[in-house]
């Protein structure tokens, strides 16, 4: 069972506006969320978090929402760049010493110029 | 420090043989894991290190598999006796002893012929 879920296999977007990616969990347990981003032939690259305690984390020009109740976060990219064009996956820990992930199938993303 | 290091890049293999994955995490990292990706999915969980210690498997992980980490410091992944399935992208990952967030190698990609 896919406990994270990730809807979307691509977005397209222009240059400038914003990108808005989703992901939905079924597992109550997971307390912890990430994005990661994946350049083709890189590994993934760590991007940005927030703990289960919060409905927001903010850098720069990523932001993360989280909603508990409808066990959904989305990351807002903004504005967008060419090089942002990637594959954005989520990912979700239950807690416990082993920091272990579940990761959804990714998302590609391309940002248009 | 360059990082996590992974060695191969590439392994093609015949059905059958027998390989095995070197990775080289940040020096200072306690923690290392493993992943598996295969096209079109999110990264897998296979097993966990916390310095030498291996404290996790998935159930993915076969007999055939193997990892090791001795000394703490390099992990070995090997595969007997591969099979086609096995054919996937291979992540190690590393962190110190915080949550989350960690630095991922560019993975060695395994073809099974």
């Known amino acids: 069972d896919q406990q994270v879920k990730q809807n979307s296999p691509s977005l397209s977007v222009q240059e400038g506006r914003i990108s808005i990616l989703n992901c939905d969990y079924t597992?109550?347990?997971?307390?912890?969320f990430l994005w990661y981003k994946k350049y083709p032939a890189e590994g993934p690259t760590f991007l940005i978090s927030?703990?289960?305690?919060?409905d927001k984390n903010e850098d720069g020009r990523f932001t993360v929402f989280l909603n508990k109740s409808a066990k959904h976060l989305s990351l807002h990219i903004v504005p967008s760049q060419p090089g942002d064009s990637a594959v954005y996956f989520c990912?979700?820990?239950?807690?416990?010493?082993?920091?272990?992930?579940?990761f959804g199938k990714g998302t590609l993303l391309t940002v248009n110029p | 420090d360059t990082g996590v290091s992974q060695n191969p890049r590439h392994k093609i293999t015949k059905r059958g043989q027998n390989v095995t994955f070197r990775c080289d995490p940040i020096?200072?990292?306690?923690?290392l894991y493993w992943y598996r990706q295969t096209l079109g999915q999110g990264p897998e969980f296979l097993t966990y290190?916390?310095?030498?210690?291996?404290?996790?498997k998935s159930r993915l992980l076969s007999d055939r598999f193997s990892a090791e980490r001795p000394k703490g410091s390099f992990s070995t992944l090997e595969i007997q006796r591969t099979e086609q399935g096995d054919s996937a992208m291979y992540l190690c990952?590393?962190?110190?002893?915080?949550?989350?967030?960690?630095?991922f190698g560019s993975g060695t990609r395994l073809t099974v012929v």
């Open positions: 597992n109550s347990m997971f307390d912890y």
């Open positions: 990912a979700a820990s239950s807690g416990g010493s082993n920091y272990k992930l579940t």
């Open positions: 020096s200072e990292h306690n923690r």
């Open positions: 990952a590393s962190s110190q002893d915080r949550p989350y967030g960690y630095t």
């Open positions: 290190f916390q310095n030498e210690a291996q404290l996790e």
């Open positions: 927030i703990s289960s305690i919060k």
